[in-house]
């Protein structure tokens, strides 16, 4: 990042304090609950760690609102928790929860699927295997 883009991303990032909507905040992303399952990011190849990275890094610089304006390759998707062939250890604060999110990794590597609280996606799984819901 140039040193005005920096400084214009720091900004954004400290205006986000006084904000009263999620969709002008900047997304926080947790790995709370992803280590409970045989499709956690511990147990991904490395290539699937950077490409995590490499999407977390992406979507940091924007607010959900802008993030929620991407075309759903780029950004997001909720699709019903029902449509899902296998949801294993779901963890007990989203159990209820009638949609679950997808993003996408980029090359077809796989998608980050878990739940959005706030302005923070929690990532559950990673199905690097393409077979919990179809598609």
Known sequence: MGN??????FQNHKDQEV???TNDMFPKFSFE??????R???????????AVINKLVYLSQM???????L??????EKIKTSDFNH???????????EKTVIFRLPSKI????????EDTFFVVWIDTKFDMYSH
């Open 71 to 76: 075309s759903h390759e780029n950004g997001f």
């Open 33 to 38: 609950f992803c280590f409970d399952s045989k």
């Open 19 to 21: 904000t009263s909507s």
């Open 40 to 50: 956690g990011i511990h147990k991904s190849t490395n290539k699937t760690k950077q």
């Open 87 to 97: 949801l294993p250890n779901v963890p007990a604060k989203f159990i209820d929860d």
């Open 4 to 9: 005005s883009k920096k400084a214009i991303f």
């Open 110 to 117: 796989g998608r980050l699927i878990g739940y959005i609280e």
């Open 63 to 69: 607010t959900w609102q802008e993030i929620k304006d």
